[in-house]
C-alpha cells in the first residue's frame, strides 16, 4: 500500500528477552504501545519506515492532483480539489508527527525521501492526464487507501492508530466526492464519458498494485502481522477492494480494462486476472512515467525554499537574543 | 452580460479574489515548507470562496462569470494576476492586497447593499488571518539573513507601482499607515510613490492574466454546455 516497499525480507532477529515477551503479550492483549514503552528496535524500526513512506506518499500524492487546481472545471471543483489537497498535507503532517515519536527527525526522514532512500506509492508515479483522473484518483486510490487503512486504525502502535483514525475519516470523504465527480462524467456528454473510461483504463492496474506483491511474495508480514502493524494480507486487502469496487463501475456504466474480470458464484468474489508485477517492480524501482518528475518537484520546493526556512530560523534567533 | 455599476463593483472585489486565489493556488506542493503549503491553500480558499459568494450576488450564474469571461471583461487589480515570483513577493503581494481588502471590507460591511454586509462579515475575519499570516512573514525575511532581506525589498520595489490601484476607494493614508507600520518590524522600507500602474478596473490588464485564464479556462471552454 502507501509502504508497499516494506515487503522485503526484514528478518527480525529472534528475541528471547523477558521484556521481548511481555512485549509480545501486551500486542496479543490488543494493548496499545506508546512512544516511550519498550519495544524492538524492529518493532521501531518497521514503524519509522512505514509510517514515513505513509507520509512521503501523501505529500508526493499531492503533485499529480495538485496538477489540476488550476484547471478543475468549476469553482465548486476547484475548491473541492484544493481542500483535498491540502487534506493530504495535512495527512503526511500527522503522520510525519506520529514518526518524529519514534525519535527520528522530519528533516532526516525528507532527506530519505530526497536522496532515494525511502519509497512512496508506487501509484504516485503515474500521470494525471484529464480531469476525469481526478475523480478516479478519488474513487480508486483514496478508496483502496481506506482498505489498507481502516486496519491501521487498530494498529498496535498508538500514535500511527489514531493518525489513522482522522485520516480515514477523511480520505472516505476523498472517496465518495471522487466518486461523485466519475459519475457526474459518467452521466455527461459522450467526450465526458470517454474521459471517464479513460481514467478507469489507466488506472485500474496501478491501483491493484497499490496493495502490495502477492501473499507468496511477501516475507515480511508474518512479523508485522505478530506485532499487529499489519490485520490482513496484500492479497486479501485487494480483494477486498475488487468486491467492493467492481460494482460501482458497473452502476457507473464503465468496463474495467480487465477481460477476465469475473464473478465466482462459489467464493462470491469478483476474480480479476494476472497483475503484471514486472510493471509494479519497474515502477517501484524508479521507472515509473513520473518518478523523475515526482522527486525533482519535491526537491525543488525543498531547494527553493531553502533560504526561507534559514530566515525563519535566523529571525528566531534573534527574537531570542533579544529576549535574553 | 448587462454590467450595471453593483455587478461591476461586485466583479472589482470578486475578480480580485478569485485571480489572487488562483496564484496562491499554484503554491500547491511547490511551498518551503510543509505548514506554508497548508496556510497558503488554506488562504487561496478562503479567497475562492469569497469571489463565490460575490459571484452569486450579481445573480449571474458563478461558472460563468469565471469560466466564460474575455480578459478585458475581468475587473481585478493588475497586483492580483502577477505571477508568484519567490516566496517574498508572494508574501509582499498578500500583506499589500489583503491590507487593502480589509479596509474595502469594513466599508462594504456597513453599505445598504441586500448581500455585501454578510459577505463582508465573513470576508473580515478570513482577511484578518491572511494579514497576520502575512505581517509575520515579511517580519521574518525582512528580518532573517541578508538573503531574505533582499529578496524582500526586492520584492515591494517591484510591487510598488501596483499598488495605486489597489487603494482607488479606499483611504490610502490609513492603507500605508498599516503597511509601514509591518515594514518598520520587518526593517523594510517602500518606495516614494511614483508612476502607478492601472487600468485593470477597466480591463486593460497585463500580459499574465490571458495565460491565467486560458489555464483556468480550458475545460469549459473546450466542452461548450457540459456539466462537471
Ligand atoms: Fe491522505
Ligand atoms: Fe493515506
Ligand atoms: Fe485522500
Redesign the interface.
Known sequence: MYSQALNTKDAAAADTSPEAASFQARIDAEERIEPNDWMPDAYRRTLIRQISQHAHSE?VG??PE?NW???????????AL??K??DE??H??YL?SAAETLGVAREELVDQLLTGRAKYSSIFNYPTLS?ADIGTIGWLVDGAAIMNQIPLCRCSFGPYARAMIRVCREESFHQRQGYE?VL??AR??P??KAMAQDALNRWWWPCLMMFGPPDTDSQHSDTSMRWKIKRFTNDALRQKFIDATVPQGHFLGLTFPDPDLRFDEASGHWQCGTIDWSEFRRVLAGDGPCNRERLA?RQ??HD?????????????A?QQRKAA | MQETPRIRMLLGLADDALIHGHRLSEWTGHAPTLEEELALANIALDLIGQARALYQATGLPEDDLAYLRDPHQFRNVLIAELPNGDFAFTIARLLLVATAADLAWRDAATSDDSDLPAIAAMARNEIAYHIRHAADWLIRLGDGTEESHRRSQNALDALWPYTGELTVGIDRSAWLGAIEAVLERATLTHPADGWMQGGGRDGRHTEHLGHLLAEMQILPRSHPGATW
Not at chain 1, 69 to 79: E, G, V
Not at chain 1, 304 to 316: P, S
Request: net charge positive.
Open positions: 505529500i499531492m503533485l495538485g487546481i488550476t484547471r478543475a472545471p468549476s469553482l465548486r471543483r476547484k475548491a484544493l481542500a489537497v491540502q498535507g495535512g503526511g503532517l510525519y480531469w465527480i457526474t462524467l455527461g456528454t467526450a465526458q518537484a525543488k520546493a527553493d525554499g531553502a533560504w526561507v526556512r534559514e530566515a525563519a530560523l535566523a529571525h528566531a534573534k
